[in-house]
């Protein structure tokens, strides 16, 4: 490997203004982040504006740091209100609002922050070491095996997502039709424009993120005013004690490795990973029973694990293009129109963008860690604002945010239009998630599936022979039949019971995720089945 | 089970000597939060504050809607001309695409009784529809007489109407957060929103 690239990202990233602009998107990650109902998908796309007003590189930087802030904003809120910001940090629950009542929040929060920052390190340095790799690899890909990773991918995050299959496969294909929207490539076509001038560009990625994840989000919970807990008035030095750390630094460390391995899957890794790291750490400890009471490695284990993969999901991002999880989607976005594309060519033909990118998650997990703990009390503070506070402040940094990507008044229509569709299919159990993937890979798959037709002279056939393309389609014949399976199978066992067969969408979701990891005990998983379809945000 | 009696029992030790606070402290950061609960008990909790799920004709409906927003999208479509395999027309892939969402709608519409994972409107609902409500106003008006107005009335309505803040929040709320919105997009980051000011 080449190393001199990697040194020249650092060079570039290391410049003062972009390590303000980074710092600047830790802190407002961070304090968008904690706002309960908010999401890491939905902090990074209301904050998407704030970028554009930047050169390319700095507002990949800052895209880093808002990144690495909204993520540990979700683990402010599990730990402190008992509401995870995402299915990932659920499990960060359980010990840290224990740890919370026994008025050591701060150092519930104090070890989270180390350990994202121990997972995420971990994780940027293997993703600095593989990524090259894979993307050499990848160079060699033809449309036909973009098309069936494209497709596995928006299926994969459809398939283990939270709730109904059948819906989540729905909002995937609304995501797609919505891709179509505009003036066709090939053939200039305009389609679905409704002779409307705003729309014969397409639709924007940036409002109807912002729509569907962040007004939605701001809709929805303001019918849900009042449920939420009061959080802690003061919380303690959030400074560890050496024995605290000495006590979490091999569940850090286990979690970090497990992280890494199971984020680069689709979809579900970042969850699934946090779920193993605690199962793991809960059935190594000499004393399984504090586990759920306050055990700090219950805190550190899921924290470090989340945290490495969530940094190992960018992996299929920049080396195939394909972003793995919604939230990874909105980066896609972001950088799309930055002018990069993500994607095998990356690494070789724009090495200092490739390596901006990666560099810019070291620092800006740097300043996560700096930042996180001595602002603990902030954060705190904003949590006790009154949510009819922060409603209208929220909803006006998005509409006032949208605007100033293009200076167009339609997007804040569009912001309108896909919060409230975003808030009606919040209401009728359809996941936001899968429809702004698809979106997002909406081009990209027509194109290539057109490409490859034409290529195959409209042999459907051809996508089968190649060895690559062949062999995805497999994997993707494995991920559409295994659960249909499994699901015939119950059903039959069932019936000899009762009638009273599981509803696909809760019993088929579960069991995927739960199945893989074999060190996780058998209780782990069932017991964090509910919890996840009441998240504050989706973000798959 | 009182909060207290669990909250003492395995964790008296580690509390006491870890550096940490004492428990006296703990016991009066205890009371302030809500009991801790395993995370069996807290899976059921979560279980139980769950929205009610809608009733079968609302799945019902459901499923139709998307019936019919595929339906709508395949006869758009074959409208853009579908083109052979070989050579695809630009509304070769809408067609597949809304195919799929109108055969998808159909196992919905199969599935409708089993389903449950949607919910219920209640009277808490009603808030949305006037919030929307205002922020339409905001896209019409900001580039005709600046950011700042809409902002405020926006901001007062829902502190005021749908926050149930009171006056002198309200008002004092949406001058403020206006205010800072300026200094902040158009002051430093200066950001070409049209402004009256």
């Given at each position: 490997m080449d190393i001199a690239p990697v040194i020249d990202g650092f060079g570039v990233v290391l410049q003062p203004e972009n390590l303000l602009y980074c710092l600047i998107g830790v802190v407002v990650g961070m304090l968008v982040g904690v706002l309960p109902g908010l999401g890491p998908a939905a902090t990074i796309a209301i904050l998407l504006?704030?970028?554009?007003?930047?050169e390319p590189v700095t507002a990949i930087i800052m895209l880093a740091g808002i990144f690495y802030g909204a993520q540990y904003g979700g683990t402010i809120t599990s730990v402190l209100l008992r509401l995870p910001g995402e299915a990932s940090s659920v499990v960060t629950v359980f010990d840290g609002y224990a740890l919370a009542r026994q008025g050591k929040a701060g150092t519930a929060l104090g070890i989270a922050a180390i350990g994202s920052f121990v997972g995420g390190t971990v994780s940027i340095i293997a993703l600095t070491l593989v990524a090259p790799f894979i993307a050499s690899f990848a160079l060699d890909f033809g449309p036909p095996e973009y098309t069936m990773l494209a497709l596995l991918g928006i299926l994969l995050v459809a398939a283990v997502g939270n709730g109904s299959r059948t819906k989540a496969f729905v909002a995937a294909a609304i995501g797609l039709l919505l891709a179509t929207v505009g003036r066709d490539g090939f053939t200039g076509a305009e389609r679905f424009?409704?002779?409307s001038l705003s729309m014969a560009d397409g639709l924007d990625f940036v409002p109807i993120a912002m729509g569907i994840f962040g007004l939605a989000e701001i809709l929805h919970s303001l019918e849900n005013r009042g449920k939420l807990g009061k959080p802690p008035a003061k919380v303690s030095n959030p400074w560890p004690s050496r024995k605290d750390l000495k006590q979490s630094s091999g569940a850090i460390g286990r979690g970090s490795v497990i992280g890494f391995v199971l984020g680069i899957l689709p979809g579900g890794g970042a969850v699934l990973s946090s779920l193993a790291a605690y199962g793991l750490e809960k059935k190594r400890s000499k004393t399984p029973e504090r586990f759920g009471k306050g055990a700090i490695e219950g805190v550190a284990a899921p924290e470090s694990a989340n945290n490495a993969a969530a940094t190992s999901s960018f992996i299929p991002l920049l080396t195939l293009g394909i972003p793995a999880n919604a939230t990874i989607a909105v980066i896609f976005g972001a950088l799309l129109i930055q002018g990069i594309t993500p994607g095998p060519g990356l690494v070789e033909d724009h090495p200092e963008l490739f390596w901006g990118v990666v560099n810019s998650m070291y620092i800006g997990n740097i300043l996560l860690l700096m930042m996180s703990i001595p602002l603990v009390g902030l954060f705190v503070k904003i949590l006790t604002i009154r949510a009819s506070i922060m409603a209208p402040i929220t909803v006006l940094i998005t509409l006032i945010g949208v605007y100033t990507v293009n200076n167009n008044s339609f997007d804040i229509v569009l912001v309108i239009v896909f919060g409230v569709l975003g808030y009606l299919m919040k209401k009728a159990g359809f996941e936001p998630g899968p429809l702004v993937l698809a979106f997002v890979l909406g081009s990209l798959l027509e194109s290539n599936a057109r490409r490859s037709l034409i290529l195959f002279d409209g042999d459907v056939a051809g996508f089968a022979t190649r060895p690559i393309s062949g062999t995805l389609l497999a994997v993707l014949v494995v991920v559409l039949v295994l659960p249909l399976l499994g699901f015939v199978l119950r059903r039959s066992l069932a019936g000899r019971s009762g009638p009273?067969?599981?509803?696909?969408g809760g019993g088929v979701t579960g069991e995927t995720p739960s199945d893989s990891p074999s060190d996780t005990p058998t209780d782990t998983p069932s017991d964090t089945d509910a919890p996840e379809g009441r998240t504050k945000e989706s973000s798959r | 089970m009182s909060p207290r009696g669990r909250q003492a029992a395995p964790d008296e030790k580690t509390v006491g000597t870890a550096a940490g606070p004492s428990l006296e402290k703990a016991a009066a950061v205890a009371d302030d939060l809500p009991e801790a609960a395993s995370p069996e008990e807290l899976a059921a909790q979560w279980e139980a504050e769950k929205p009610e799920p809608a009733g079968l004709t609302t799945n019902v409906v459901l499923a139709l809607l998307v019936i019919g927003f595929g339906g709508a999208g395949v006869v758009g479509s074959l409208a853009l001309g579908t083109g052979s395999l070989g050579e695809p027309g630009p509304g070769t892939w809408p067609l597949v695409v809304s195919s799929a969402i109108a055969l998808l709608g159909l196992v919905l519409l199969v599935q409708a009784r089993a389903t449950s994972d949607t919910e219920r409107f209640t009277s808490d609902s009603w808030v949305v529809p006037p919030a929307v409500l205002t922020l339409v106003p905001f896209a019409y008006l900001i580039e005709i007489v600046g950011f700042e107005i809409p902002s405020v009335v926006l901001a007062f309505v829902w502190l005021k109407v749908l926050g149930r803040e009171g006056w002198r929040t309200s008002v004092v709320g949406a001058l403020l957060m206006t205010v800072s919105f300026y200094l902040i997009f158009?002051?430093?980051?200066?950001?070409?929103l049209p402004h009256l000011f």
């Open positions: 504006p704030l970028t554009y007003a930047v424009t409704f002779e009273a067969a599981p509803g696909p | 158009v002051t430093a980051l200066g950001v070409s």
